[in-house]
């Protein structure tokens, strides 16, 4: 494994320690009502953060077997992260759940993201149809994108 991917895979594993007991002490007023720029609460974010999680785990195993670029469904354009978010109705999910799942589908991720093989490394995926990703640089954005919607809430719940 690259030693820059230990950086992604230790940056989430401490997230999610650091984490996971924050969310679980929680208020329901804070996580179900408070919103964001993106009209968001913070249960809508996290489960935005399980939906990114679940995609990117599909995406980089598809990007090992798969004929590269991959044409893969970007669940992030059109606002379609919003679409995802309503259908699986987070607002009103179980806390609890969402905590858990979130927990443990950043932690399968890591285990994903250590059995990259090295000559998958530069294969790509289609995430536009100008713009095209390596799932090195999947795998490196990604605990930024984590780290950013975490902010987010840190910034929900401090308001």
Excluded: C
Excluded at 53 to 73: E, G, K, M, V, W
Excluded at 99 to 127: C, R, T
């Amino acid at each position: 494994m690259k030693q820059e991917f230990e950086i992604v895979t230790n940056g989430i594993i401490s997230l999610v320690v650091e984490w996971e007991n924050k969310l679980r002490m929680l208020q329901d007023e804070v996580i179900s009502e408070r919103r964001n720029s993106q009209d968001r609460t913070i249960k809508q974010i996290l489960g935005h953060l399980i939906d990114s999680a679940s995609n990117n785990t599909h995406r980089y195993i598809h990007l090992q077997y798969q004929n590269s670029p991959l044409n893969f469904p970007n669940y992030a354009t059109n606002g379609n992260n919003d679409r995802w978010i309503a259908i699986q109705n987070y607002q009103q999910e179980s806390w609890e759940n969402m905590i858990q799942l979130w927990k443990y589908i950043n932690l399968h991720l890591v285990h994903v993201i250590q059995n990259i093989k090295d000559d998958k490394l530069e294969n790509l995926w289609m995430a536009s149809d100008e713009t095209e990703v390596s799932l090195k640089d999947q795998v490196l954005y990604y605990l930024k994108h984590l780290q950013l919607h975490l902010k987010e809430i840190d910034e929900l719940i401090n308001s």
